[in-house]
């Protein structure tokens, strides 16, 4: 029976554990460590897992350890961490920013590890994230953590560790784009007269509504999109507008930005 310990039972390490509960996993497969006896007992009561305050004790056994502690505490995490892994104990660490090569070097020799980069959607278990193995990762290995993180939504592997941080441009900060999108849909509708409950409702569906359809059309998305610009029509007119405020180059300005930015956490935050 497989056995996952998680360092940290935030909301990341909670999305993850009710995925894998409502994925058939037995709550004596999973463990928790924390600092606070309140948020450890709360988890205790939800989901049912052991938990401790004592991080390097629910390693002891572990076949996965799932390391779920914001950057900023991953280096004395890993430190405290060093000695207790077993050769054979896979480590994934869902942190934005921190290399492989810098848990490595904390945790004091070369383990299996996984760098995974998933999204807030996985409270919905509708997330999507990316993953990057380094070279001593098993294919075993490879698909448990494509288990655990497939658990909460889509999980998709990429062959270079720098295309995280193209991952984090994309679906690591994406929803928050698509947010800002919707904000501003919402607006301009009651610019135009909607009331605010009306806006949102409407706003809201037509997002959903327009990424189911995307998802379930074996189309193309500029085939779907062209579909709904008549010639002379009223979308046509939406279209041209954003084309002449260089939507594509906003975009694509943004998420260099948004990569840029893991870049540097990367190196602020490394061994
Ligand atoms: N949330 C997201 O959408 C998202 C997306 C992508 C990546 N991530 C990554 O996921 C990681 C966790 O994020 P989160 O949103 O889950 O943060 P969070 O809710 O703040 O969870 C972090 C947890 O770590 C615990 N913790 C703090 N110090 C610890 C220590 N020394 N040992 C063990 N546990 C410790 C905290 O306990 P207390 O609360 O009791 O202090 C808290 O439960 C981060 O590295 C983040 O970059 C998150």
Known sequence: MIKISFIGGGNMARSILGGLLAEGFH???LRVSGPRPSSLEALEAEFGVTTSQDNMSVCAGADVIVLAVKP???QSVCEQ???????DTLVISVAAGITCASLSHWLGGQPAIVRAMPNTPALIRAGAAGLFANALVTLEQRALATQILGAVGLACWVEREPLIDA???V????PAYFFLFMEAMIAAAQEQGLDAATARALTLQTALG?????LSSGDDIGVLRRRVTSPNGTTEQAIKSFEQSDLQGMVSAAMTACRARAEALA???GA
Do not use: D, N, R
Not at 171 to 174: A, D, I, M, Q
Not at 210 to 214: C, N
């Open 27 to 29: 709550p004596q497969q």
């Open 72 to 74: 900023q505490v991953m």
């Open 81 to 87: 961490l060093c000695g207790h892994i077993a050769a």
């Open 167 to 169: 991952v984090t441009a």
């Open 171 to 174: 679906s690591g900060s994406g």
């Open 210 to 214: 327009a990424a189911k359809l995307a």
């Open 267 to 269: 190196q602020e935050l």
